[in-house]
């Protein structure tokens, strides 16, 4: 079993739907969770970056973890065509090793 | 704030020749680096964490030989890809964990990646 596992899609939402994007983890040590977004040929960006469990929102976007169930979530509200990338979840435990998704391939179309 | 540069975006060398990618830090002070490898349509596969001053820790299965990487400041890491074959055409992204006396804690900030075509 991965550490991290997530869906690699792809998924295809029409322009302006809610987008949930979602990660399981095995690890119950992993207390740092983040989002990265991946454009084609491009390093990742942070997205969101969030400690144990929880909602963090930053504008259309909001990540949630939910330790009891060791369930990541990422929801894009409003999406964009911009939006079309690869989302990665992400997580470690502090100072070590940083596990990464699979990646989940997003496209959003006008 | 924390800014990862990495150089070349693009590189395309003959087999047999090696190749230098740069990886910069540029607002902040990084003792370790990581590099990573990136097939198409895959997640992306640590291959070393690069430590300043130190040698670095290599992932099982990367040949430490042929992926040489320097590490000789705070905010510079190197990866030279020796005697290259096409098997090593890739996507090579560095990152390095984001600044603060608890760094630890950070996330890490990834560069712009380089593609590497071998011929």
């Known amino acids: 079993q991965k550490e991290v596992e997530q869906d690699p899609g792809p998924l295809s939402v029409p322009e302006g739907a809610i987008v949930s994007l979602n990660c399981t983890y095995s690890n119950s040590a992993f207390q740092y969770f983040m989002w990265y977004r991946q454009y084609s040929r491009k390093g990742p960006e942070l997205l969101m970056y969030?400690?144990?469990?929880g909602n963090k929102e930053d504008g259309r976007f909001t990540a949630q973890v939910d330790k009891s169930s060791k369930y990541i979530s990422l929801f894009i509200r409003d999406s964009q065509p911009s939006d079309s990338a690869t989302y990665l979840c992400a997580s470690h435990t502090g100072g070590f090793k940083t596990i990464f998704g699979a990646g989940t391939r997003l496209f959003v179309k006008a | 704030g924390a800014v990862v540069s990495q150089h070349p975006s693009r590189v395309i060398c003959k087999s047999g020749t090696s190749v230098k990618i740069e990886c910069r830090s540029l607002?902040?002070?990084?003792?370790?680096m990581f590099w990573y490898r990136q097939f198409p349509k895959k997640s992306l596969m640590l291959m070393a964490t690069s430590n300043e001053g130190s040698k670095a820790t290599y992932e099982q299965g990367v040949e430490k030989d042929k992926f040489l990487i320097n590490h000789a400041s705070l905010t510079l890491s190197t990866l030279t890809v020796t005697s290259a074959h096409p098997e090593d055409s890739s996507f090579y992204i560095c990152?390095?964990?984001?600044?603060?006396?608890?760094?630890?804690?950070?996330?890490?900030?990834f560069g712009n990646g380089t593609r590497l075509t071998v011929t």
């Open positions: 607002d902040f002070q990084a003792t370790t």
């Open positions: 990152s390095a964990r984001g600044p603060g006396q608890t760094s630890y804690n950070s996330p890490l900030h």
């Open positions: 969030t400690y144990s469990s």
